[in-house]
């Protein structure tokens, strides 16, 4: 792993995802080590999958207990039936809750927790209680973070403000067509969801961004070098006290340091 930026964006250079993938589970372990009580901030996506797989692999050895920890992933798609299996509750119960420790009740997703979607109140409830949550649970110690091709975090679209808490928000054409494959055609992908802020996700006390893929090569160099705006909301990433950019060559594909030497 090699440290690779000269923009104010700590990132590393890894040979393979894997071995990030261990890096950041192996910091979220003695993270939850060090404090069993941590408030763990939660992505879906293919992104964070191998994190996962590592700390499943952690809590089958019994070598990290998640049993007091607290989760709150960053969003969850509006006016979904609830149990559809394009939710994100399903996908993480699916790739990481059933197989650790945690209390089923300290999981938490901004979803309307069975009520009839579609009521634009409801769901703005949902927002304001889940800022508060996250408050009274005492702040996120760390948060796991994609960035979506159009620069997004969490489901802040671009136009997303620095300082946007919990709330509705519309999906971007990019990121419904993202979503088709797992909702069998982009006209089944919903156009609302309910997103933690920037100012919410800025507020956990570390951040650790992964960017796997050619995919991912242009929002990477975006996100390092273009100005700080709301065009592209992962540039507000820059800057944050504790934060880390872990990429594999593809990703890194764009950047000089890379395209010029061999690092
Ligand atoms: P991905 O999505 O992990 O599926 O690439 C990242 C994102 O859109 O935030």
């Known amino acids: 792993m090699k440290s690779i930026s000269n ?51 952690k809590c089958a050895t019994r070598e990290t207990s998640f049993a007091r920890a607290t989760t709150f992933n960053l969003d969850e798609y509006l006016d979904l039936p609830p149990g559809h299996a394009g939710s994100f509750r399903v996908w993480m119960q699916r790739t990481l809750f059933a197989h650790l420790d945690l209390a089923p009740e300290r999981t938490n997703l901004p979803e309307l927790d069975g009520a009839v979607s579609g009521n634009a109140i409801d769901a703005h409830a949902v927002a304001a209680h889940y800022e508060s949550s996250i408050r009274a649970a005492g702040g996120l110690d760390l948060q796991i973070l994609g960035i979506g091709r159009n620069g997004h975090i969490g489901f802040n679209e671009p136009g997303s403000s620095r300082d946007s808490r919990t709330r509705v928000v519309q999906l971007h054409a990019t990121t419904r067509e993202d979503a088709a494959r797992s909702f069998g055609g982009i006209e089944a992908v919903p156009v609302r969801a309910l997103t933690m802020g920037v100012a919410t996700i800025l507020d956990a006390r570390r951040i650790r961004v992964l960017a796997f893929g050619a995919h991912k090569s242009a929002i990477v160099r975006r996100t390092l070098f273009d100005d700080v705006s709301s065009e592209c909301p992962s540039t507000f990433l820059r800057g944050h006290a504790d934060v880390a950019l872990y990429v594999d060559r593809e990703a890194a594909s764009e950047l000089d340091v890379v395209r010029r030497s061999r690092v």
């Open 7 to 57: 923009s104010s964006l700590p990132t590393f250079l890894v040979e393979t995802r894997e071995e990030a993938e261990r890096v950041v589970a192996d910091e979220i372990a003695s993270l939850v080590r060090a404090k069993p009580e941590a408030v763990l901030g939660l992505a879906t996506g293919n992104t964070p999958i191998g994190v996962y797989r590592e700390l499943i692999q």
